[in-house]
């Protein structure tokens, strides 16, 4: 487990400090973490509590979730792009956001169809919400939790209904585009290189299916909620995109998974 740094500590700190969710898995948090990995960019580790109102952390960056990325005294940045940007200028190489500017565009929309709002991973929060709240759920998801989640997200019937035709879409476009890729040689989802897309999904594949216990050891609870179950939603699953993030794993990041 990291040693994670108290709040007040860290806000005394200059240079990198990362807000994290103190649990090993959550997507966001775990594509922080590898973009701050592959760029050999060290940083000091601050707990953020899932689930907890943090007065203290949000008092200090004016956010209260995870990952934050805070560098001496510039402003929080909490957004998957923003503390993308933040390590591309702090370590140029390698370069995770592609030169050729069709790569650039191609690598940004999976990107945000990955991590952004309306995205894979905010589409299935919205689906672990509906579980949460609906009486003959899985009850993984305690009704508490899937309240807290839900009005922070903005979920909703309509949303939970349209979230099973978005996964599917995504993770129907993220096949295509590894498999055109195969089709010319290539080994990453965009360009001839790794970039941040690789590390995105490599993160929120655990939403489809975690690594197994040996190499993230999650709560049972949480590696529950986080895999996909549904037999509609799991057709839509290609085998390679596992494949891909088991490789990007194996390949360039650090395992086992640490809280």
């Not at 956001?97 to 299935?124: K, M, S, T, Y």
């Not at 709560?219 to 596992?242: E, K, M």
């Amino acid at each position: 487990m990291p040693d994670y740094v108290p709040i007040e500590e860290a806000k005394r700190m200059s240079g990198l400090r990362l807000v994290l969710t103190a649990l090993p898995g959550p997507p966001w948090t775990e594509a922080a973490k590898a973009v701050f990995h592959v760029k050999r960019i060290p940083y000091v580790p601050v707990a953020q509590r899932p689930l907890v109102t943090n007065q203290a952390l949000e008092e200090w960056t004016g956010h209260s979730n995870a990952p934050i990325a805070l560098y001496d005294d510039e402003r929080a940045r909490a957004g998957w792009a923003d503390i993308l940007f933040l390590a591309e200028r702090l370590a140029p190489e390698p370069a995770l956001i592609p030169v050729d500017p069709q790569d650039r565009v191609r690598c940004f929309g999976l990107a945000h169809e990955i991590c952004g709002e309306d995205g894979f991973g905010w589409n299935r929060r919205h689906l672990m919400v509906r579980d949460g709240l609906d009486p003959a759920g899985s009850g993984a998801v305690s009704r508490e939790v899937a309240d807290y989640l839900g009005r922070r997200y903005g979920y909703g019937e309509a949303a939970a209904a349209r979230a099973p035709r978005r996964i599917a879409e995504i993770l129907r476009v993220l096949s295509a585009e590894l498999r055109a890729q195969r089709g010319h040689g290539r080994r990453f989802l965009v360009g001839e290189a790794l970039s941040a897309v690789d590390l995105y999904w490599a993160a929120f594949a655990s939403l489809v299916e975690p690594l197994p216990p040996d190499l993230c050891a999650m709560p049972d609870w949480l590696r529950h909620v986080y895999t996909i179950t549904d037999a509609s939603l799991r057709a839509a699953v290609d085998p390679a995109l596992l494949e891909h993030r088991d490789r990007i794993y194996r390949d360039h990041l650090e395992l086992p998974i640490d809280a």
